[in-house]
């Protein structure tokens, strides 16, 4: 049996997924007892009177093109953090099973797998050792009952793309032992193709994106799991069958477009710079002891004294996220690059206060 169907909850396996209404677009609908007219204000293509197309294939197509992957390898999500939940759903039981992160990470990895009931271990990525992922480390900490794996690349809230070399020696010691999911949610930004050509070589390994960072939709909520198609239909089950609303939809066929990908691909190119200017910006205030080098659209630096940043940062009308609620990160904030006028003004801010 492929691993990502043994490793799986096995009643999983046999589950019967809800049979939505049938998608016949050319057909009336008078078959999901619907409102036969629009809301006041609807200005959508297809009508928020309407339920959306599960899975539509425009849009699965489309996302399919953009990161270069078969269709039947791809579900489209509410956002990364559904891809993490449907993921906790499929192989954590509860009391038994657990997830494997490196902290200080993404927190929505140890709240998908508590929801679920099941432990959380951690290995830590250390500020000593440029907050790199150690492998070896890593696979001492593993044990069977350990079904998740998440490697967040580039990191949040480190800001740095973990070492490949790092991330192959983890797929290929534990393939087929555990599914090993790298977050690749702020990846356009770092330049690096990312890791979705390894797909075909370590079949446990899964990949998420998103739209919400590069392409400028975190409001519409769509991100998308790639995997082996066999991981796929057992998430197709788990996942809500109108779990993507009709407005996300059409925002994400729009920014799908070929011209709205390269017009998005200037955007990055651009914000890239702007990263460079902050960065040189932040060095050179005394309120700042060091910034980290970046892989992604924001900066983590650690302050002479975060409160009085902050205080300074609001007088500005500006927000930073405060990150000291982690004993790695005491000191620490997370900055996000923003235009040059709003990085003037928080730079602007830490000098006037």
Known sequence: MNPVLSLARPELLTLKPYAHAEWSPSLTRLHANEAPWRPAGDTSAEGLNRYPEPQPAALIERLAALYEVPRNSLLATRGSDEAIDVLSRMYLRAGEDAILQCTPTFGMYQVAARIQGADVIEVPLRPENGWRLDAAQLLAAWRPHVKLIYLCSPNNPTANLLDAQA??????????????????????WSRSPGLISWLERHPTLAILRTLSKAYALAGARLG??????????????????????????????????????????????????????????????????????????????????????????????????????????????????????????????????
């Open 224 to 353: 998308a799991l790639i995997a082996h198609p066999e991981l796929i239909e057992i998430a197709k089950r788990i996942i809500p069958p109108y779990c993507l609303a009709q407005p996300t939809i059409e925002a994400a066929l729009r920014a799908l477009d070929a011209a709205e990908v390269a017009a998005a691909r200037q955007r990055i190119a651009g914000l890239l710079a702007e990263r460079e200017y902050l960065r040189a910006g932040l060095e050179a205030s005394g309120r700042v002891e060091r910034v980290w080098p970046s892989d992604t659209n924001f900066l983590l630096i650690d302050c002479v004294d975060a409160d009085e940043f902050t205080r300074a940062s609001r007088s500005g009308g500006l927000i930073v996220r405060d990150l000291r609620s982690d004993p790695a990160l005491r000191r620490s904030l997370r900055v996000t690059v923003g235009t040059r006028a709003q990085n003037d003004a928080l730079l602007n801010s830490l000098e006037s206060a």
């Open 167 to 188: 991330v192959e020696s983890v797929c290929a010691a534990l393939d087929g032992k555990a599914i090993v999911v790298v977050d690749e949610a702020y990846v356009e």
